[in-house]
């Protein structure tokens, strides 16, 4: 899927979505842990998610400081990252693993944009960056990992 987030017109219309897009990362990340049969994979991937309710922590924070809405669960999009990975199961760990490299691009690419949006804060910019990083890093592994199974 591709995501829409990061081109919003001001900051609390991207804080709102990016605190949904990591709400539905969280779900998927839930759901990857559950299915996958390694529990070498299983850890890794729960340390990832540690990073996304890290992300959600200071979304909230700036939500907070800028006045925006800050969703306490995930949209429709939360029923396509979770069902890739139900799909996948089918097919075993690098298929799961496959299937959440995609959901990473999707969270690359919003925190790439939002690290350059125009109504974005000083500390929003620097959290987005930081953020980006981290969703490289998780994807990178996800590539792979799969890779390599």
Same mark, same amino acid.
Request: charged letters at 30%.
């Given at each position: 899927? #591709? !995501?829409?987030?990061?081109? $919003?017109? =001001?900051?609390? %219309? @991207? ?13 998927? /990340? ?14 890794? #991937?729960?340390?990832? &998610? ?7 922590? #200071? ?12 969703? @306490?669960? %995930? ?14 199961? @089918?097919? %075993?760990? %690098? ?8 959901? $990473?691009?999707? !969270? #690359?690419?919003? /925190?790439?944009?939002?690290? !350059?949006?125009? =109504? ?11 953020? @980006?990083?981290?969703? &490289? ?6 590539? $792979? ?5």
């Amino acid at each position: 899927m #591709v !995501t829409t987030v990061g081109k $919003e017109g =001001d900051i609390k %219309g @991207l804080v709102r979505d990016l605190i949904l897009l990591e709400r539905d990362a969280i779900a998927a /990340y839930d759901s990857t842990i559950e299915k996958l049969s390694d529990p070498a994979l299983s850890q890794q #991937v729960a340390s990832f &998610r540690q990073d996304h309710l890290q992300h959600l922590d #200071v979304l909230n924070e700036i939500a907070a400081e800028t006045g925006a809405e800050a969703p @306490l669960e %995930g949209d429709m999009k939360e029923w396509l990252t979770t069902g890739k990975i139900a799909l996948a199961d @089918l097919m %075993g760990d %690098g298929a799961i693993l496959k299937a959440m490299k995609t959901n $990473e691009d999707d !969270t #690359v690419t919003a /925190y790439e944009r939002a690290s !350059t949006h125009g =109504d974005a804060i000083e500390k929003s910019r620097a959290f987005f960056a930081k953020a @980006l990083a981290d969703e &490289r890093r998780h994807r990178a592994w996800m590539e $792979e990992t799969a890779a390599a199974l």
